[in-house]
């Protein structure tokens, strides 16, 4: 018999989590050795039980999948983190490979591929699924970027930070001296260099990478 | 408000259930979990709720679970439609505690119960006896926030008094659709939708639509998770 495969499951949701466990488990050689709801309760318990691998969703509550997957990579190195996310880009697929994730599958997949993932990381190697990949190697630019941001002028981050604070192309303009024509000239350009087609999608980019912040009350 | 003809279910005859969910591996685990149970017995699965409106006919379930995350169009509209089409059916929806605004609007819409998506399997089943005895199901959690919205001196959300099609077209802008998609989404003219578009930011009193999205995340209408 193949060797026990030790596993910790991370999803916010507590069907899911119970769900996968007994889809796992149905195959005797993986056995489920924790369950966490949290990001912080993922790193304490990885930490704890040492698994063999962390099933990882990436939309977990408090610190995130992504920081958790740094943190037990960090914490366990000989722990491998298969992550789960649900849209192909969100977040970036390089990113949490440099964080430190061993697989990087989506939430369409089936189980199969989820227990293949899991094999391949407990052997050591990595999994990514075919439609990651795809955008990985499309989303592949040259030097080493660690956010869209980065390929903004100066000036056009200036414009960007205005508009993804709700300001009007009037206003923007009068603040920063620029006919209003001008402004929307930046605008463009800056839509083109982000790969977004209008103001609220620059806002929603803008807030996921942390550059706008904007709070619901608690 | 109780709802019509109370559900009795036949001895050793389980509760049929329709699960709705984008994903199929939730689509799976859930199912899987549920297998287990000789009170629930999965007999259809769909991706989408118009999948759902389609399949409903033919498996006639009991219930049907809509787990769609975030305040979306896809499921306020989905859940009307449903109630509309399939008024014997109860639909509980799964969802965020933190996403008031839109349990609200769906307990309006007609849906038999709102349950916290992180519930157990105990909970969901207290749910799902609870709406096929005819009765509405709200968490805890749920019940507690309608009722302090209702309270003198908490101040009303500024979504209130908004129409149900003005909601949806909030929704759908909010996400950052243009003008073309929302009035192919909504069959209506591009020239209605930027008509709606406008007495939005009136209505609200924001002078852009960046406002508008502030807003929204504000008063807890959206979440946009931060990545890193």
Known sequence: MESEIRILLVDHQSLVRSGIQRLLEDDPQFNVVGEASTGEEAVELARRVKPDVVLMDVQIPGIGGMEATRRIAHACPDTGVVVVTVDVSDPFPAQLLEAGASGYLTKHCDVGEITDAIRAVARGERYISADIAREMALSMLPGKEQSPFDRLSQREMQVMLMVTQGQSVHVISDLLCLSPKTVSTYRYRLYDKLGV?????????????????????? | ???????????????????????????????????DSDYLAVTGEAASCDEAIRLARTCQPHVIILNLPGASVDVLDGARKLGRQFPDIRVLVLAEEADIIIQERLLQAGVAGC????????????????????????????????????????????????????????????????????????????????GYRHRLLEKLGVETEVALTHLAIREGLIRIPQIG
Request: with cysteine; net charge neutral; charged share 25%.
């Open chain 1, 197 to 218: 087609d209008n103001d609220v999608e620059l806002t929603h980019l803008a807030i996921r990478h942390g550059i706008v912040t904007c709070t619901a009350p608690t």
């Open chain 2, 1 to 35: 408000m109780a709802l019509s003809r109370p559900f009795t279910r036949a001895e050793d005859n389980p509760v049929h259930v329709l699960l709705v969910d984008s994903r199929r591996l939730v689509r799976q685990s859930i199912q899987r979990l549920l297998s």
């Open chain 2, 115 to 194: 349950i916290s998506s992180s519930c157990s399997l105990e909970e969901l089943i207290s749910a799902i006896d609870t709406i096929l005895a005819g009765e509405r199901y709200l968490s805890d959690a749920l019940a507690q926030k309608l009722a302090e919205r209702r309270l003198p001196g908490e101040s009303d959300s500024p979504f209130d008094s908004l129409t149900h099609r003005e909601m949806q077209i909030l929704l759908l802008v909010v996400e950052g659709k243009n003008t073309r998609s929302i009035a192919r989404a909504l069959c209506l003219t591009q020239k209605t939708i930027n």
